[in-house]
């Protein structure tokens, strides 16, 4: 079956550094991987996503994920995190094996930027 | 463009009752797709709908259903309500079905509360 895990609940990291949000997949075939983030109060926003090709995905709001098949990861970054960055975060897996092509989401992960 | 439109934002219901939640998807955009978010249960797949038929179907009992009408809106409907489906309903759209690249683009959310 697709699964995806998010191993951290909350990620915590000061203006400015580098972050990082984790993200672990499993899956039969090629994998389909997204992000999405979500604001308070809000619905979830794509931010990018791997499909095939350059194992470093460009994304919005300067983000970007890098796909390892070999770790079977697809990790979320940006360089220099922002205060407004701070959200809930998830990501998904796109089920090809049972046909319905519906995503399964992770459980989320909280990233508080700290001033 | 147009995001996502779900309308009510918010309600409060009673125990029992039954609820629709309306659902506009992007311009152009064919398919829609139900999720249940709540804090224990993260986001799950509640439906497909795609030219008026339903595609897919998450593991929820029977009181939750759904429609689709032909200039793609949609609608979902929960009858005889239980204190434990309180919850954001958001609605996604994309362009078609299936396809595994294919992105979905989620709504602002409906936030309901059963009491």
């Known amino acids: 079956a697709q699964s995806v895990a998010q191993p951290e609940d909350q990620v915590n990291v000061a203006e400015g550094n580098p972050l990082t949000v984790k993200c672990t997949y499993s899956?039969?075939?090629?994998?389909?991987l997204f992000w999405y983030v979500q604001y308070p109060n809000r619905g979830l926003q794509f931010l990018l996503k791997?499909?095939?090709?350059?194992?470093l995905v460009k994304g919005s709001y300067g983000f970007e994920a890098e796909f390892n098949k070999s770790q079977t990861s697809f990790h979320l970054k940006k360089p220099s995190a922002l205060v407004s960055d701070s959200a809930l975060y998830f990501c998904a897996v796109r089920d090809i094996s049972s046909g319905t092509y519906k995503y399964i989401f992770g459980t989320g992960t909280r990233l508080k930027v700290l001033a | 463009k147009a995001g996502v439109t779900q309308t009510p934002r918010y309600l409060i219901k009673t125990r029992g009752q039954q609820v629709t939640l309306s659902c506009s998807p992007i311009?152009?955009?064919?398919?829609v797709s139900w999720y249940q978010q709540t804090p224990g249960q993260g986001l799950q797949f509640l439906f497909e709908y795609f030219s008026e038929t339903q595609r897919n179907k998450g593991n929820f009992p029977g009181r939750f259903s759904g429609r689709q009408f032909s200039n793609s809106r949609s609608e979902m409907n929960v009858s005889t309500l239980e204190l434990g489906d309180s919850a954001l309903y958001l609605c996604?759209?994309?362009?078609?079905?299936?396809?595994?690249?294919?992105?979905?683009?989620f709504g602002e959310g409906s936030w309901l509360t059963v009491v």
């Open positions: 311009s152009g955009h064919r398919s």
């Open positions: 791997y499909i095939t090709g350059d194992n």
């Open positions: 899956v039969s075939g090629n994998p389909y």
């Open positions: 996604a759209s994309s362009l078609a079905l299936g396809g595994a690249g294919n992105t979905i683009y």
